[in-house]
């Protein structure tokens, strides 16, 4: 067996079809299988590089992975052919009709099973195509550049503020009627922090998703988001790396509203490519200068005053096609950015923070099964595992517009060693009208204060006009810091 020159990620996402089987079918039918590579819309084109190397060489050894199974597979391929250029009747049938969405069709002459390399898997990590014995792109790591908040101690936490239809504050220099008095979002929030005495202790803002109204990133509303968190972040005296964005469900829509859903339709159209990930994507891009290709999981350090604060984003939207995607799912990519924080050296007294945007426990009293259900999220139990392994120590989410703080902790069987407990701390909306809410709530936002040896927690009412609300929540999260 000749060592492998490519590595190719796949994921089952068509319902229905199982992708090995389909192309083993073609491949024993007619001793030649063509197999898409479905490059994602952010990734780095190799087209040029594949057909040097087949021009040299006259064949490739490739590993076709699938990192959710860990499944591998030891490939010959032959030939490289632009979308256009390639045989259509050589691909199974459930995409032959849609090769022009791929970056181009191997043909291969071998698909034989071969033990799953776990450190290959992590080396390709989220990305579908590796050039063995390289790093994946630099710009889909886990780990961020570190930023400096010298003397501050407080986190912002915002969530669901739902720019567009169900936004509810007033926009930035929007003329609003006589005897309206909704004030913007940036005047509220300065509003309440004066209150509290705390304006200038903000080092960092989390953004827990939901930015838009049913992914609608249209110039206006994406323009009026964009104005509010620059003038947010000016009042605060925060650099945009201390603007911490991860995507909610009305974020990332795979179905827009009002469509017919086709499940298998949309998962070979949209899905394996994530054009859906791409507006998200631009919108960060423009909120605080970190690339649209960079990986929706990572991890930024922030450096307060006593303390450093490790913040791990993960995207829990990448639940595969389904009607069911207003429910969470985070997957390997986002669980491996979990590990890699437990990893990271610290050289201070160290909080470690998770944030997502769907729930990993209960709010709501009672939750129906449907197919356009909000609840948990699907793989809770693994994402709590490792951030218990991994020393996190609060987790940070939204979705549902209904403020809670709850205490999980996993005492350890059969021996196992277990962390301390984390505090789960779900923010309700913080943007949303009244008539988006839940009956009975509000609007609100979190504020944390990191102290040498504990965690101080507000959750405030945040009201349109800007008036004093209600504290809904505080008091001291009994917990201690990761020492160097």
Known sequence: MATPAIALRFRDTTPGVDTITEHRAVLARNGLVGWGWWKKTFETDQCDGIMQLLATSGKIDIIIMDRTTERAFYCCCIAFNKPSEADASAVPAYYKDHLGLTAGVFSLLTIDDMPFDITLGNSIGDETFLWINSKADSTHGHIEVPADAPGRSCVLHLSDLHFGGDYGFRRQKEDVD?????????????SDLERLGLTKSIAAMIVTGDFMTHGKFDEQHRKAALAEFEALRERLELSPEQIIPLPGNHDVVRYPEGTKINVRENAVEVQVRYDHETPFRTFVDELTGRDWKASLNYTRRIRL?????????????????????????VGRNGLDAIIELGEQAV??????????????????????LKSKGV????????????????GV????????????????QSLGLNGEQTNGPIYVVSNGSAGAKNARLPAGERNTYCLFQLKSANIDLWIRELRLDGQAGATIFNGSLTTQPIDP
């Open 305 to 329: 005053g006593e303390t450093d604060l490790d913040v791990c984003v993960v995207n829990s939207c990448t639940i595969a096609p389904t009607e069911w995607t207003e429910y969470g799912y």
């Open 375 to 390: 609840t948990l999220t699907i793989d809770a139990a693994d994402i709590l595992t490792a951030c218990q392994m991994s």
């Open 178 to 190: 006589l005897g309206d008095p909704r004030k913007t979002l940036t005047d509220c929030l300065m």
């Open 393 to 408: 120590h609060v987790a940070l989410h939204g979705h549902q517009h209904k403020p809670k703080v709850a205490m999980y």
């Open 347 to 368: 050289d201070r007294p160290t909080f470690r923070f998770l944030a997502l945007h769907h729930h990993l426990l209960p709010v709501v009293n009672v939750e129906a």
